[in-house]
């Protein structure tokens, strides 16, 4: 009987980096939500998160002297991280 060679890529205990192989080589697609009030770091978070400039953060120049306007607002913001 031969021995068994750990690391083969072969069977289900190599599946994770089956697909990690994949996904390095073709990319992938996900959604991402991002919920809160206005000033909280909602853009930082994903520039962050992704270590890019995703998207560039809005300037307010008057944020302590008045309170937001409560607001709903879908943004789609594609980006290709390679």
């Known amino acids: 009987m031969a021995p068994v060679q750990t690391g083969a890529g072969i069977g289900i205990a190599n599946l994770p980096n089956q697909r990690h192989k ?28 992704f270590t890019t400039t995703i998207k560039t953060p809005k300037t307010y120049k008057r944020r302590n002297n008045k309170s937001a306007e409560k607001t709903v607002e879908i943004e789609i913001i594609r980006a290709d991280l390679n």
């Open 22 to 49: 994949i996904v390095a080589k073709s990319g992938a697609n996900f959604t991402l939500m991002v919920c809160g009030e206005s000033g909280v770091g909602k853009t930082t978070f994903i520039n962050t998160l």
